[in-house]
C-alpha cells in the first residue's frame, strides 16, 4: 500500500470508522462541558491506547480534538458557559441568539462553519503544511510577546463601546495570570504566602465563575420573565445565507490555520482575532455585533476549527506541538515509537497521510453529530429559570472541582461569579479577563526571552523588532489598532463616511 493510500484507511477500515466516530461524538460532549478539557481527555487515553496499533490510538485522539474544539459552542450560545476558551467569543453573539429564540440557528449555523474551517485547516495541513511551518518557525520570542500585545489590544472587540474598559478588563486578566511561581526563577510572585496560589489561578474556575455564576445571578431579576420559545425549524442554514458567510468563513479560516500554527498559541487566540476581523470588515450586519450577528458566530467558529489542522503542521513537520493538545499527542507517537519531526514525511508519509484522512473523516462525523440532537439541547433554555439556574450553578460547581479535584477552585469560581456579576450591571465585558490570564503567560515568558537575547537592552531590542519584516509589520498592526481607537480618527471616518446632501 503506498503512503497516499493511506488517506483513506480510516475510511475503509470498520475499526477506525468506529473509533473515529466515537472520538468525535464524546469530543463533542467533553468539550460542551465546563471544566472538562479536551487536553484532559487526550492525555488519559494515552495511558488506555499504550497497547495500541498507532492508527486506533490517533483515530480516538484526533476524533476528540476535533470533536471538542466545536463543542464548546452548545454550552456558550445555549447558557453563555463556554465551554472551552475557544467558544468565548461564540458566546458573545450566539447567546444573545438563544435568547430572541433562535438557538436552533445558531448552533446549526455553528455548526456548519466549523465544518468549513476544519475543512480549510486540514486542506491547508494536506498541501502547504512545510511551507507553513518555515513562515512559523520563523517568529522570534519577540514576535509572539506582540502577538499577544496585539490580542490585549484587540479585547476592544469584546468590551462594547469603551476600549478603555476592555483594556482595563484584560489587563486585570493578565495580573491574574501573573499570580504562582515565576516560570524562570521560581519565585513567588502574587502568593502572599498562600501555598494554594502558587499554582496559580485556574482560568477555567475563572471562566465558569464569570461566565456561568454571574449569567445565573444576573438573570434573577428576571424570573418573572417566561422562557423563551425556540425556534428549531430551521437548523440548517439556507444556501443563501451560506453564500453571503462564506467568503467571511474562508478569511478567518485563513487566520485560525496561521495562529494555530504558531506554537504555544491556539483556538482562542484564533477565535479572538477572527471575531475582531469579521466586526471590522462586516460594514452593515443585519444585527450589530454583541446582539445576536450572526457574522459573529461565523468568524470564530469557523477560526478555532481551521487551528486544528494549523495546529497540527508544526506537530507533523516540525516536531513541535502548535497547542497543548498537540503536546500530548507528540507524546502519544513517541510512546508509539514515530518521532515527529522534518523526517517523519520522509521516513514515514503514510502517518501524515493517514493522519490528514483521518482529520478529514472526524470532522464529517463532527458535521452529523452536530447537527443531531439539537432540537433536545434547545429544551435546556425552556426550562423554567427556577429549574434552569440552579443546575447552572451545580454544573458550575461540578466544573470547576473536576479541574484540580480541589475545594479552592470551587471558591474562586464562586468569587469570580460575584465579581462578573457586578462587572455585567456596570456595563465591563468579562471574556477580555479570561483572554487576558491566557495571554499574560504567552507575553510574559516571550518578552523575557526577547530582552535576555539582546542582552537586556531596550535600543537593541527595538533596532531588532524594527529591523525584522515580521516584527515591523506586527508593531505597525498594533499601532494602528490603537490609532483607529481614537477619537480624531472616529470622527474623520465618520466625516468620510458620511453621504454629502444633494443640493
Given amino acids: 500500500m503506498d503512503a497516499f493510500s493511506y488517506l483513506f484507511a480510516s475510511w475503509l477500515q470498520p475499526e477506525l470508522l468506529a473509533l473515529t466516530a466515537l472520538g468525535t461524538f464524546a469530543g463533542i460532549y467533553i468539550g460542551a462541558i465546563p471544566g472538562l478539557s479536551v487536553t484532559m481527555a487526550v492525555s488519559i487515553l494515552i495511558s488506555f491506547t499504550f497497547s495500541w496499533e498507532v492508527n486506533h490510538a490517533l483515530a480516538l485522539m484526533n476524533g476528540i480534538f476535533m470533536g471538542g474544539v466545536y463543542g464548546g459552542?452548545?454550552?456558550?450560545?445555549?447558557?453563555?458557559?463556554?465551554?472551552?476558551?475557544?467558544?468565548?467569543?461564540?458566546?458573545?453573539?450566539?447567546?444573545?441568539?438563544?435568547?430572541?429564540?433562535?438557538?436552533?440557528?445558531?448552533?446549526?449555523?455553528?455548526?456548519?462553519?466549523s465544518f468549513f474551517g476544519g475543512f480549510i485547516g486540514i486542506?491547508?495541513?494536506?498541501?502547504?503544511?512545510?511551507?507553513?511551518?518555515?513562515?512559523?518557525?520563523?517568529?522570534?520570542?519577540?514576535?509572539?510577546?506582540?502577538?499577544?500585545?496585539?490580542?490585549?489590544?484587540?479585547?476592544?472587540?469584546?468590551?462594547?463601546?469603551?476600549?478603555?474598559?476592555?483594556?482595563?478588563?484584560?489587563?486585570?486578566?493578565?495580573?491574574?495570570?501573573?499570580?504562582?511561581?515565576?516560570?524562570?526563577?521560581?519565585?513567588?510572585?502574587?502568593?502572599?504566602?498562600?501555598?494554594?496560589?502558587?499554582n496559580g489561578i485556574s482560568s477555567i474556575a475563572l471562566m465558569i465563575g464569570l461566565f456561568g455564576v454571574s449569567e445565573a445571578l444576573l438573570q434573577l431579576h428576571t424570573l418573572h420573565i417566561p422562557a423563551i420559545k425556540q425556534r428549531v425549524d430551521k437548523i440548517i442554514p439556507s444556501l443563501a445565507d451560506l453564500k453571503k458567510y462564506l467568503p467571511l468563513s474562508l478569511q478567518t479560516s485563513a487566520i485560525g490555520v496561521i495562529i494555530g500554527a504558531l506554537p504555544g498559541t491556539g483556538g482562542d487566540i484564533a477565535a479572538l482575532m477572527a471575531y475582531d476581523h469579521a466586526k471590522r470588515v462586516t460594514k452593515n450586519p443585519e444585527v450589530p455585533f454583541g446582539q445576536g450577528a450572526k457574522e459573529g458566530l461565523v468568524g470564530p467558529e469557523s477560526a478555532n476549527n481551521a487551528a486544528v489542522g494549523g495546529a497540527y503542521i508544526p506537530m507533523l513537520t516540525l516536531g513541535i506541538p502548535g497547542d497543548a493538545v498537540t503536546a500530548v499527542i507528540i507524546g502519544a507517537l513517541f510512546i508509539h515509537g514515530l518521532n515527529p519531526g522534518p523526517l517523519l514525511l520522509i521516513e514515514k508519509p503514510d502517518m501524515f497521510w493517514f493522519t490528514v484522512g483521518n482529520l478529514t473523516l472526524a470532522n464529517f462525523f463532527m458535521l452529523i453529530f452536530g447537527l443531531t440532537g439539537i432540537k433536545i439541547f434547545t429544551r435546556i433554555i425552556e426550562c423554567p429559570k427556577s429549574v434552569l439556574f440552579p443546575l447552572i450553578l451545580l454544573l458550575s460547581v461540578v466544573g470547576a472541582y473536576s479541574i484540580n479535584n480541589s475545594v479552592s477552585d470551587v471558591w474562586w469560581m464562586l468569587g469570580f461569579g460575584v465579581l462578573g456579576y457586578f462587572m455585567k450591571l456596570y456595563g465591563y465585558q468579562v471574556g477580555p479577563i479570561v483572554l487576558g490570564i491566557i495571554l499574560s503567560r504567552l507575553m510574559d515568558d516571550n518578552w523575557r526571552r526577547a530582552i535576555i537575547s539582546e542582552r537586556e537592552s531596550l535600543p537593541a531590542f527595538f533596532t531588532g523588532m524594527l529591523s525584522s519584516p515580521l516584527s515591523a509589520t506586527l508593531f505597525v498592526a498594533i499601532v494602528l489598532i490603537l490609532l483607529g481607537q481614537t477619537p480624531l480618527w472616529k470622527r474623520f471616518k465618520a466625516r468620510g463616511l458620511a453621504v454629502p446632501e444633494k443640493s
Wanted: glycine fraction near 12%.
Fill in 123 to 198: 486542506a491547508v495541513l494536506a498541501v502547504a503544511a512545510p511551507a507553513v511551518s518555515e513562515f512559523a518557525i520563523k517568529f522570534q520570542p519577540r514576535d509572539y510577546m506582540l502577538l499577544a500585545m496585539m490580542g490585549i489590544l484587540l479585547v476592544g472587540a469584546l468590551s462594547g463601546e469603551s476600549l478603555a474598559k476592555g483594556i482595563f478588563a484584560g489587563a486585570f486578566g493578565m495580573l491574574l495570570g501573573t499570580v504562582g511561581l515565576d516560570p524562570m526563577t521560581a519565585e513567588q510572585r502574587f502568593t502572599f504566602g498562600s501555598v494554594e496560589l502558587m
Fill in 73 to 113: 459552542s452548545r454550552t456558550a450560545i445555549l447558557l453563555n458557559i463556554p465551554g472551552a476558551p475557544a467558544a468565548i467569543a461564540t458566546a458573545i453573539d450566539g447567546y444573545p441568539m438563544a435568547k430572541k429564540g433562535e438557538a436552533g440557528n445558531a448552533i446549526g449555523l455553528s455548526t456548519v462553519m
